[in-house]
């Protein structure tokens, strides 16, 4: 898939390979909860169900690396404990 819209609930992609190619779907955020901890409330979180991910094999990468690569990240992404 491509992503062609990142909304604050919402993500909007292209199918590229399979059966399915040329169609649109919609990826909504799912809610993650986790009680295993001794703490008197619920953990919750909410996040997309992707992973980013970027393949393609060594005969058809020779001459195709990238210069530059932009990840736009309007919030963090990363906790540190």
């Not at 199918?15 to 986790?34: D, F, K, M, P």
């Not at 169900?49 to 020779?62: E, G, V």
């Amino acid at each position: 898939v491509i992503l062609t819209y990142v909304g604050e609930r919402v993500l909007k992609a292209d199918i590229i390979t399979g059966s399915h190619v040329g169609h649109e779907v919609l990826i909504r955020r799912i809610v993650l909860l986790h009680d295993g901890t001794k703490l008197p409330f619920t953990l919750r979180r909410r996040q997309f169900p992707i992973r980013l991910c970027y393949a393609m094999t060594i005969n058809k990468s020779q001459g195709q690396s990238l210069k530059k690569v932009l990840l736009y990240l309007p919030k963090p992404v990363f906790a540190h404990e």
